[in-house]
């Protein structure tokens, strides 16, 4: 069970984003801002709102059951789940009411919270580059499956002061992801760095095993690690889920990034591990984050890189959305003129034939590799200050 103001004020959010758009979604707007009913604060779900007849429409019950998902997220003991993203944000929240009041325009910011700001950016750091796409969806799979195994009793609540009145349940999902590092690629071309919603294949499939009989309705917020005025907010019917996706213009998109390669919850750096330090020179203060891990070894990752390239050329033959990871967007701009007319080779033939390519066209691909950098704004170790073997 979640904090009941965090609950209160994901609610809040996803009403007003509701009742700024128009047909379905401002439908459920209205039916998430129905009057409360009262019950004891533990009871579940965790909202049930009574909507006042509407048009066409009489008086619905609405049960609304709330729930986070996280990114970073970490595999605990008996299957189950745990969130690195609430320990971030209960971190930020302490830092920030511990030193604040202390900072002034005036006065000389107290080493304490530099040391409390390094250490911050450091945990941040750590739990960004260990988060992988399976972790993602790993976390969504286990907090969604949780909350079927009590739809039933979420209906047997409703059942208590339905009376007369027509019962409906939603879904409320938070979700707190960082997946601004990923090229989008779409009929609009390709996107990065850009706040494009993570909506991926995988994830409709695993909400398409909702029974829309006694789930109705899914209120999807899509925000940042710390949640922003950015957060997009998706409000659908879960019948015919793919369809009604496709009416409001919304993407899915089919993930190829080399992280999906990896098993389970394994992250790509083993022993890992960030740092913080500062330097203070009159009214400039500069941060040092030092990393320290032992990478995934280039063989293996070029392999994963190489797999990811052929299943991007499936899904292009499909004329499908796709999201991918820089090394096979970077894979992909620099060789696929290379390969992309050689059918049926397997990623060892490509491995194996990637040396004499590269030795032949040494001048224009060391040209393709700047015109990436510089296109898209990405440097070596983009993400890091040092790292370790």
């Not at 019950?61 to 971030?88: A, K, M, P, Q, W």
């Not at 009145?165 to 979700?175: C, G, P, S, V």
């Not at 967007?329 to 620099?334: G, T």
């Amino acid at each position: 069970m979640g904090n009941k103001a965090d609950e209160q004020a994901c609610l809040d959010y996803a009403i007003k984003e509701c009742l700024a758009q128009h047909g379905i979604s401002k439908r459920i707007g209205l039916l998430l801002s129905g009057e409360d009913i009262q019950r004891d604060k533990n009871e579940r779900p965790d909202f049930m709102r009574i909507s006042a007849p509407n048009g066409n429409h009489g008086s619905v019950i609405l049960g609304i059951e709330h729930f986070r998902v996280d990114h970073f997220s970490r595999e605990l003991t008996n299957n189950r789940v745990g969130s690195y993203g609430i320990g971030y944000e209960k971190n930020l929240k302490k830092s920030v009411d511990t030193w604040q009041p202390q900072i002034s325009s005036d006065k000389e910011i107290p080493a304490g919270a530099l040391e409390s700001i390094g250490e911050l950016v450091a945990q941040l750091l750590s739990q960004q580059i260990q988060a992988t796409y399976n972790s993602f969806i790993g976390a969504f799979s286990y907090s969604l499956n949780k909350h079927i195994e009590s739809v039933d009793f979420y209906h047997s609540q409703l059942e208590k002061y339905a009376g007369s009145h027509e019962k409906k349940l939603a879904f409320l999902i938070e979700i707190h992801s960082d997946f601004h590092k990923l090229f989008f690629h779409d009929k609009k071309g390709t996107h990065y760095g850009e706040k494009t919603i993570p909506l991926f294949d995988e994830l409709v499939t695993i909400m398409e095993k909702i029974d829309p009989g006694k789930v109705h309705f899914l209120i999807l917020c899509f925000g940042n690690t710390v949640y922003d005025d950015s957060t997009k907010v998706i409000a659908i019917p879960t019948k015919n889920l793919r369809r009604q996706l496709a009416k409001r213009n919304i993407p899915i998109y089919h993930y190829a990034g080399h992280d999906i390669c990896l098993s389970g919850f394994q992250t790509p750096r083993l022993d890992f591990k960030a740092t913080s330090d500062y330097e203070r020179q009159g009214d400039n203060i500069d941060f040092h984050i030092t990393v320290a891990s032992r990478d995934i070894k280039d063989e293996k990752k070029l392999e994963m890189v190489v797999d990811m390239y052929r299943y991007i050329k499936k899904i292009e033959r499909k004329k499908l959305n796709y999201a991918t990871t820089d090394l096979v967007e970077l894979f992909y701009e620099v060789f696929d003129e290379y390969f992309s007319k050689l059918n049926g080779l397997s990623t060892e033939d490509i491995i194996q034939l990637i040396p004499l390519v590269a030795t032949a066209n040494k001048d224009k691909n060391d040209l393709k590799f700047l015109e990436f950098e510089k296109k898209w704004g990405i440097g070596d170790n983009d993400d890091e200050t040092g790292t370790t073997d």
